[in-house]
Structures are given as structure tokens and as C-alpha cells.
């Protein structure tokens, strides 16, 4: 559905419960990402003033996508926003909404990702990673038990996502852009998948975010909780489901929309070590479980970008796949003298993409 065929009369007509004296709004599209999500900004003509951000979602929820029979009478979104906001995290306030027609209507919170901010306010970037670890490892805490038929609850992090992720990289990553395995690499390559799947299958599962990265939190000037010298708002929840606790940490501290050195991001996991209660030997094994699921995390991101180039024809995140891959190298350079698989696969895909793994183009 094209711009000039979307039906905004359901729109308009939540607009009317927010800015009843107002004569009309002015609906502006605005940039969305790789969903196929859309976003509009809307503004009151007369009368009134203020914003808000409308949000349609053609399909609606898909409940067949939810694991193990669980289904849910609400859209994730709001789901799961209900749930956080209950537990302590700050998300955007929900105006009107109108679900049977894809329809929300939502807080406009501007324009200030964290991504966004940071490249006016570049200063602020510890103080803000800062918070970020320390408000996931409190809504982490806060999160540890869920309520019962929770959509969260009926979906996971198992075997069979995390392999079909790593083979997402293989088709697309690998095979897509003609960097084919050899017949004794793929074979070996499969094996390896198939044990890190498993590896990362079997760490303990709490609440995942999924995607809880620079672009997916907000800058709140005035922050909503007392204390705080910045406010994070959490967008892009609607996906939550169990996963390990660090597979957020990998998201944010290996974004593949931001550079961090190695010091920068054991300073950030050391803070949420502490903001979490973690022991001496919890906060040893983090490190580890940060990068090996930052392999298997940062495999899919890569494959999941040439994929969008491919088969959604948007090549805006092709130039995130070699610093992507450059993440896993320096990854499994550290896990490789421990780690058999870990040296055996970091020498298969030296064998195809080892200038991306040193993060040079080819």
C-alpha cells in the first residue's frame, strides 16, 4: 500500500479524541526502518498544540509467529509496552488506538535516538551508555518473573531461531555475495552452528529486549525518574521474548550502528556487573557469554542486512555489513585460544571474508 492509497480517515479520526477543538491535523511521513512498519507525524491545524506520532502496521500482529501455541488479544506492541511501563520502564504514552484498522496513535518523543543524539552531543556518550546498562540490568531484575499467557513468555531464544539466524548469514552473508564455503568448510561450518546454537540456547533466559540498540532508545530531556541525569525511553519492544541476559548488552555494546573500544565496553559491562549484584565469578562468565553471543548475534546482523539490500531493495544498511563482521572477528579472536570452535571458525571465514573480519572492504 502506497502513500497516496493509505486510508488516514481512522487516523483522523483518533486525532479528533486527542485535539477535539482543533479544525484537522497535518499528517507528515517519517523515516522508518527495515520493518514494514510506517510512521507519521501529527500535527493540529487549529486550535490546539502539541504532536504526536501515528504508527500503522498493515499486518497486525501474526500470531503464528508466537511459539508454542501462545496468542495474544492486544498487538505485542501494546503488549509488552503495558508490561514495561508496569515494571518501571520509561515508553512512550499511548494516546488512542485502533488496532482493527492498524492504528496507534502515540507520544512523539522528537527526534533524538540515542544514535541521533550522540552525533550533535558526542560527550555524552559514556554518561548515556551508562544509564543504558544500568536501567537494562534494573528492568531486568524488575522483569524476572512475568505474568501468566504473557506474550513474552511464548517465545525464546531456542535452538531452532538462534541455527536460523546463523544459516540467515550463511544464505545471505556468505552465499548471496558469492563468498562460497568449500564443501569441508560448509560441512564443518554446520557443525559449529549447530554447537553454538546450542551454547547459546542453554544460558539462562530472562526478558530480552532484542534489539536494544542506539536507534531503538530515545533521549528524554527531562528524565521521569528521580536521580537520573539522562532519560532513556525504549522503543521497537513488540519482539520481546526470552533470551540471555547479555544478548541485549551485545546489542547495545556491539551496535552495529556505533564504534566502541574494547575498554569502553568492559567499563559498560562492568557497570551493569554492578548495577545487576553480579559476583566475581557471574561477572567472569559475562564476558564470555558477551562474546559468544556477540558471534552468533552480530553473524545474523550481517546476513540480515544484505538480505534488506536483496529482498526489500534497501541498500541504506549495506554499509554496516563489514563493520558488522569486523565485530564478530574481534570477537572470536578473543574466544579462539579457549575455544576449539570458536579457532575453527574464525579460520573458515578467514577463508572468505577475512578482510571484513579485519574490517577492511573488499
Request: hydrophobic letters at 40%; aromatic letters at 8%; charged letters at 30%.
Amino acid at each position: 500500500m502506497g502513500p497516496m492509497e493509505l486510508d488516514f480517515s481512522p487516523l483522523e479520526k483518533l486525532c479528533g479524541g486527542v485535539w477535539p477543538e482543533s479544525s484537522g491535523v497535518d499528517i507528515t511521513p517519517m523515516t522508518g526502518g527495515a520493518s514494514t512498519r510506517r510512521y507519521f507525524r501529527v500535527t493540529p491545524k487549529s486550535g490546539a498544540r502539541g504532536s504526536a506520532v501515528a504508527m500503522f502496521v498493515p499486518d497486525g500482529p501474526k500470531p503464528e509467529e508466537i511459539q508454542n501455541g501462545a496468542t495474544s488479544e492486544r498487538w505485542p506492541f501494546l503488549e509488552v509496552r503495558d508490561l514495561l511501563e508496569a515494571r518501571g520502564v520509561d515508553v512512550p504514552r499511548v494516546f488512542e488506538e485502533d488496532t482493527a484498522r492498524g492504528w496507534l496513535l502515540i507520544e512523539d518523543l522528537g527526534e533524538d535516538t540515542l544514535a541521533n543524539y550522540l552525533t550533535r552531543i558526542p560527550s555524552e556518550k559514556p554518561a548515556l551508555y551508562t544509564c543504558a546498562v544500568r536501567d537494562l540490568a534494573e528492568a531486568q531484575g524488575s522483569l524476572s518473573e512475568l505474568p501468566g499467557g504473557c506474550v513474552v513468555s511464548g517465545r525464546s531464544f531456542d535452538f531452532d531461531l538462534l541455527r536460523w539466524e546463523i544459516e540467515h548469514f550463511r544464505e545471505w552473508g556468505l552465499d548471496a555475495r558469492d563468498k562460497k564455503l568449500s564443501a569441508e568448510d560448509a560441512a564443518e561450518f554446520a557443525a559449529i552452528a549447530d554447537r553454538l546454537a546450542r551454547r547459546v540456547a542453554e544460558l539462562p533466559r530472562g526478558f530480552t529486549h532484542r534489539d536494544y540498540q542506539s536507534r531503538n532508545l530515545m533521549v528524554r530531556e527531562q528524565p521521569t525518574k528521580p536521580g537520573k541525569t539522562h532519560g532513556l525511553v525504549w522503543i521497537d519492544f513488540q519482539d520481546a521474548l526470552l533470551g540471555p541476559r547479555v544478548y541485549d548488552l551485545v546489542a547495545l555494546l556491539n551496535d552495529s550502528y556505533q564504534k566502541f573500544d574494547r575498554d569502553f565496553v568492559e567499563a559498560r559491562l562492568g557497570e551493569y556487573a554492578t548495577a545487576a549484584k553480579l559476583d566475581a565469578k557471574s561477572r567472569e562468565a559475562l564476558v564470555r557469554e558477551f562474546d559468544l553471543v556477540t558471534v552468533q548475534r552480530k553473524l545474523k546482523d550481517a546476513g540480515r542486512f544484505v538480505f534488506i539490500d536483496r529482498q526489500k531493495k534497501n541498500s541504506s544498511f549495506l554499509k554496516f555489513v563489514v563493520p558488522t563482521v569486523a565485530k564478530v572477528g574481534k570477537a572470536l579472536e578473543r574466544l579462539a585460544p579457549h575455544d576449539p570452535d570458536m579457532r575453527a571458525l574464525h579460520g573458515i571465514l578467514s577463508r572468505v571474508v577475512g578482510d571484513e573480519l579485519r574490517g577492511e572492504s573488499s
